[in-house]
T-cell receptor, first 111, second 114 residues
Framework: RKEVEQDPGPFNVPEGATVAFNCTYS??????FFWYRQDCRKEPKLLMS???SGNEDGRFTAQLNRASQYISLLIRDSKLSDSATYLC????????????FGAGTILRVKS | DAGITQSPRHKVTETGTPVTLRCHQT?????MYWYRQDPGHGLRLIHY???????DKGEVSDGYSVSRSKTEDFLLTLESATSSQTSVYFC?????????????FGSGTQLSVL
């Protein structure tokens, strides 16, 4: 079983749609959580951290459910520029601050 | 954008040859990391450094070594390249390595081992 699992997609949505991705993690002792965005053939970039209380940044909302060990990302009013791969990242803590990356979910927004 | 430069950007080499990838940062961050990214896998940590001459192994360190003689430079060496090491390699940096620490990545090196 992978430590961090994501639906690889692709999710194909029209502009203006709302789309949600989920991510599950296996280590219940995980301490912090993030979503990174990666454009095709580019480096990953931090999109947002995920907090237990949930957090919002413009059209993006992230939620954490520790009891069920999943993280979600909701994108409202999708733009063409949102097309990318979204990486779920979990920090399992401990020595060296082990970061575990999901394989990513591909989003394609079409006009 | 964070000041991280990886070199080379692309490299084609033959099985059995040594290869060194370089990561240079201008942010004076303490932590530096080498990851590899392969289709169907998340980024996997090869080695990381928490200071000059202080390095440790990640989950996929076999066949790789690293060195950090200056704060700004972190080198990754494939001692004898194999086809299984064909991958995209990313360097990353973080300021303090805390649990909420964000990573900043370089542009990556595409390595092909023939």
């Amino acid at each position: 079983r992978k430590e961090v699992e994501q639906d690889p997609g692709p999710f194909n949505v029209p502009e203006g749609a709302t789309v949600a991705f989920n991510c599950t993690y296996s280590n219940s002792a995980s301490q912090s959580f993030f979503w990174y965005r990666q454009d095709c053939r580019k480096e990953p970039k931090l999109l947002m951290s995920v907090y237990s209380s949930g957090n919002e940044d413009g059209r993006f909302t992230a939620q954490l459910n520790r009891a069920s060990q999943y993280i979600s990302l909701l994108i409202r009013d999708s733009k063409l520029s949102d097309s990318a791969t979204y990486l779920c990242v979990v920090n399992e803590g401990g020595y060296g601050n082990k970061l575990v990356f999901g394989a990513g979910t591909i989003l394609r927004v079409k006009s | 954008d964070a000041g991280i430069t990886q070199s080379p950007r692309h490299k084609v080499t033959e099985t059995g040859t040594p290869v060194t990838l370089r990561c240079h940062q201008t942010e004076n961050h303490r932590y530096m990391y080498w990851y590899r990214q392969d289709p169907g896998h998340g980024l996997r940590l090869i080695h990381y450094s928490y200071g000059v001459k202080d390095t440790d192994k990640g989950e996929v360190s076999d066949g790789y070594s690293v060195s950090r003689s200056k704060t700004e430079d972190f080198l990754l060496t494939l001692e004898s390249a194999t086809s299984s090491q064909t991958s995209v390699y990313f360097c990353a940096i973080s300021e303090s390595g805390g649990i909420n620490e964000k990573l900043f990545f370089g542009s990556g090196t595409q390595l092909s081992v023939l």
